[in-house]
């Protein structure tokens, strides 16, 4: 083989080693050795010399050398290579000074948490939870209750009609007379859902807004323990010590009828929380129960209204607006 083959098979080989070589330090140190080391392929090129016709000896000197050169920068270039590439993707995947990505949780919102605490209460102590339809007839939410048309206390609800015979319903009453009219008593219900009124919004009012409607009734059944219900689950949700007054009032669908009032301190003065009353015999009889052997009560609170007490909310349209910063306090 001439010289000139010789040193071409050197070069063929390292770049072959090079193009194969990977951003491992220690092959890199072995390509580096085994070629541009002091007993590497080059430097026993350069061994060859002595077995060279002495006039060919100066263009083998400046071959090798030539080739030495290469190598050597192309060793270079391609390590300069590797080594940015690998520190460019540790940059990428293995950053530890980043801050971590922050997930937000989400949360129960406030009225949904509060109709739980609701629920829980009263099935600890025997009651069921039913649902009902929200846009329902004018029979269900008005004249089987004891308020037919043009009754003075229609205008207690400013209602939302679907059509003539068809409205949102105003309270959760309605679900009082389907459940009547579809199971023979005993009956020991709570219904929790929404309800409409045509009002105008402020702080405290709302065209939509919750209730949860109680339905006690059994045979002998007195207005003690509708108060000792009430009163058990009104300590239970707020506290032993909070102070609470029936104060009479007017329903068409009770009688007697009652509304309870619960004292708050920030605002000195007595809130409103529920309606209630013994289930009037005028509604037993639209539904086909004997009203001398049945009796029961019945209420409906609002939820805003016990939300907003429980928890010092002054506006009820923050319930409905969606602002994280509100909900992510619950
Ligand atoms: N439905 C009444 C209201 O919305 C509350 C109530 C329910 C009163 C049951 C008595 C009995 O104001």
């Known amino acids: 083989?001439?010289?000139?083959?010789?040193?071409?098979?050197?070069?063929?080989?390292?770049?072959?080693?090079?193009?194969?070589?990977?951003?491992?330090?220690?092959?890199?140190?072995e390509v580096r050795v085994s070629y541009l080391g002091r007993k590497g392929k080059i430097a026993k090129l350069f061994a060859l010399i002595g077995s060279i016709d002495s006039s060919e000896r100066p263009k083998f000197g400046?071959?090798?050398?030539?080739?030495?050169?290469?190598?050597?920068?192309?060793?270079?270039?391609?390590?300069?290579l590797l080594t940015a590439e690998t520190k460019d993707s540790n940059e990428d995947s293995l950053d530890f000074t980043l801050?971590?990505?922050?997930?937000?949780?989400?949360?129960?919102?406030?009225?949904?948490?509060?109709?739980?605490?609701?629920k829980d209460i009263f099935t600890s102590i025997g009651f069921s939870v039913a649902y009902?339809?929200?846009?329902?007839?004018?029979?269900?939410?008005?004249?089987?209750?004891n308020m037919p048309k043009h009754h003075p206390a229609r205008d207690m609800q400013d209602t939302f009609f679907?059509?003539?015979?068809t409205v949102l319903r105003t309270h959760t009453s309605n679900v009082q007379i389907h459940l009547m009219e579809e199971q023979d008593p005993p009956l020991r219900y709570i219904v929790p859902g929404r309800?409409?009124?045509?009002?105008a919004i402020s702080f405290k009012s709302y065209c939509l807004f919750h209730q949860v409607e109680g339905l006690y009734i059994d045979k002998h059944v007195s207005f003690s323990e509708l108060k000792g219900t009430l009163?058990?689950?009104?300590?239970?949700?707020?506290?032993?010590?909070?102070?609470?007054?029936?104060?009479p009032s007017y329903f068409p669908f009770t009688e007697p009828s009652a509304e309870v009032d619960i004292w708050n301190e920030e605002r000195n003065q007595w809130m409103e929380i529920l309606g209630c009353g013994m289930v009037d015999p005028a509604v037993?009889?639209?539904?086909?129960?004997?009203?001398?052997k049945w009796q029961g009560f019945a209420f409906g609170m609002g939820v805003e209204r016990i939300a907003m007490l429980k928890y010092k909310i002054n506006d009820i349209r923050h319930f409905y607006q969606g602002d994280v910063r509100f909900l992510e306090q619950f």
Do not use: W
């Not at 948490?113 to 609701?118: F, G, K, L, N, V």
């Not at 679907?162 to 015979?165: A, E, F, H, K, R």
């Not at 009163?231 to 104060?247: H, S």
């Open 231 to 247: 009163e058990y689950f009104i300590k239970r949700m707020f506290d032993e010590n909070v102070k609470i007054r029936f104060r």
């Open 195 to 199: 309800v409409y009124r045509n009002e």
């Open 162 to 165: 679907v059509d003539d015979n």
């Open 284 to 292: 037993f009889e639209n539904v086909g129960y004997d009203p001398e």
């Open 1 to 29: 083989m001439s010289y000139q083959m010789k040193i071409e098979a050197v070069r063929n080989s390292f770049r072959a080693a090079l193009d194969s070589l990977t951003a491992d330090s220690q092959a890199i140190e």
């Open 62 to 80: 400046q071959l090798i050398n030539a080739l030495k050169n290469d190598c050597q920068s192309s060793f270079d270039e391609k390590v300069a």
């Open 99 to 118: 801050p971590g990505a922050v997930y937000r949780r989400g949360s129960l919102h406030p009225l949904q948490q509060t109709m739980d605490e609701i």
């Open 132 to 145: 009902g339809r929200e846009i329902d007839d004018d029979y269900h939410n008005f004249q089987a209750l």
